[in-house]
């Protein structure tokens, strides 16, 4: 639906308004379309029985305790990506946005491992929580993050060491100053990716206060990397904003695994990143 909305922006020649509007309606579709989802699948699960208001219970204080506090998560990733983008429109002009904007998702690219392997880690965890076997969790958590290193190599090669040439592929000679930031972009959502799920980790040993101020500690630094490098160094700044909040914020998270049961950092796999980061380096000089 999406891609829908931005042909029919292409073929109609139409404003970004358009495509806005196409966005929330695909939005609005798929919210409803999933919402007729779940209610065949709980009434192919028997489960619709149960949804009776008297015997109905909202445990709002055990839920909202432990969600709330979270949000400071999305804080931090909104002010990663929209306030360096209000900055460069409101101190440089909108070139610098298209600059920053358009390599973005590329460097986000990433993370697309990270992401998969969310769905997969996330509960295995837990289970191992439940038994209380941190050595299972330890092995569990450095094997996830060294093979998310190995399968984003390839993305991360290309948008670092490669980063100018992709840029000027993707988006023509215009964006060939785009490659820096790419490649600043891209180091710092690798590195985020290749050290592990720490903050999901926190989450499962239930270390709610510390992920919220490690949270607004990344989102201070933010805010004062963004105000102090974009009003001078533009959409470059921005991508250094941007890539050292993302290493700031994962130390912080890593730091916190202390007295956990998880190594903060194991040897074993040490030749493993510096394969990685020898191969990287050489990409870039032969670039």
Known sequence: LKMLAVLLLIFYQSTVFVLAIGYLAAAVFGVGLYAVMLGRVLQAQGLLQHFTLRRLEFPARDVFSFSLPLLSSDLVFLLRGSLIVLLLEHLWNSSAVADYRAVFPVARLNQVVFDSFHLLFMPTAARLFARNDRDGINGLYWGTALWIAVFSFPIFAVSFALAEPMAVLLFSDRYAESGTILAVLSLGFYLNAATGFNALTLRVFGRVRY??????????????????????????????????????????????????????????????????AFAATGLLLVQ
Do not use: E, M
């Open 211 to 276: 992920i919220v101020i490690a949270d607004l500690v990344a989102g201070a630094i933010s805010v004062a990397l963004s105000l102090l490098l974009v009003p001078t160094y533009g959409a470059i700044g921005g991508a250094i904003a941007t890539c050292g909040t993302l290493i700031v914020h994962n130390i912080l998270n890593q730091a916190g695994l202390r007295g956990s049961g998880i190594q903060l950092f194991q040897w074993r796999y040490a030749k493993a990143y510096v394969v990685v």
